[in-house]
């Protein structure tokens, strides 16, 4: 523990913020232990996990990543995560517009108050329900590109692009040398 010298292997805080029931448990339950388990629990403040992986690169990196509740409750306990974080991960719901509102207002409060050398990725899960989106994925990457932010569609269903998200935000941290 504590390691940080020549060989240690780098870690990268990222927390994960969004409204409730978007998917950001299962999404973390996905990454770090492959499993999807449809009757997950609701979280109540927060929880942590960290995981160890190989990059395409052939780089190691451990993520140590903070999954927080969604509720308006704890809303007060979010920057205790977001501070000191190298990346945080904003998810909604692909299915639910009001999800991607308030995804934005998370953007906005973290380029208030978060360090400004934070990666941001955007994320619009549950990709496998197309017939009931409501959110474009145009108007997620718009929004993502408008702001500087990595910007991602997934489905912690299926698998579709969740180690992706790690594997952008390592690269994108590793480019900028932090
Ligand atoms: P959180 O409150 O953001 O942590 O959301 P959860 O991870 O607890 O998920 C909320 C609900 O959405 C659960 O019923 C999950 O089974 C469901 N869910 C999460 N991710 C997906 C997904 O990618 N696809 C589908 N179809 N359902 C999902
Ligand atoms: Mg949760």
Redo the contacts with the bound molecule.
């Keep these: 523990e504590g390691e940080t010298g020549p060989g240690a292997i780098p870690r990268i805080k990222l927390v994960?913020l969004?409204?409730?029931?978007?998917?950001?448990?299962?999404?973390?339950?996905?990454y770090v232990r492959g499993q999807?388990?449809?009757?997950?629990?609701?979280?109540v403040g927060a929880a942590f996990m960290s995981h160890s992986v190989h990059l395409q690169d052939g780089t190691t990196v451990k993520f140590e990543i903070w999954?927080t509740?969604?509720q308006e409750r704890y809303a007060s306990l979010a920057p205790l995560y977001y501070r000191g974080a190298s990346a945080a991960c904003v998810?909604y719901?692909i299915?639910n517009a009001e999800s991607f509102q308030k995804a934005k207002h998370w953007v906005s409060e973290l380029q208030k108050n978060a360090s400004g050398a934070i990666v941001i990725i955007l994320v619009g899960?549950?990709?496998?329900?197309t017939e009931q989106r409501e959110v474009t994925t145009e108007s997620g990457q718009e929004y993502a590109e408008r702001n500087s932010m990595l910007f991602m569609e997934?489905?912690?269903?299926?698998a579709?692009n969740v180690a992706a998200i790690f594997e952008a935000v390592a690269l994108k941290l590793a480019g900028s040398g932090a």
């Design positions: 994960l969004g409204d409730s029931g978007v998917g950001k448990s299962c999404l973390v339950l996905r999807f388990d449809p009757s997950s629990k609701v979280t999954d509740a969604g998810v719901d299915t899960n549950k990709s496998d329900l997934t489905s912690a269903k299926t579709a």
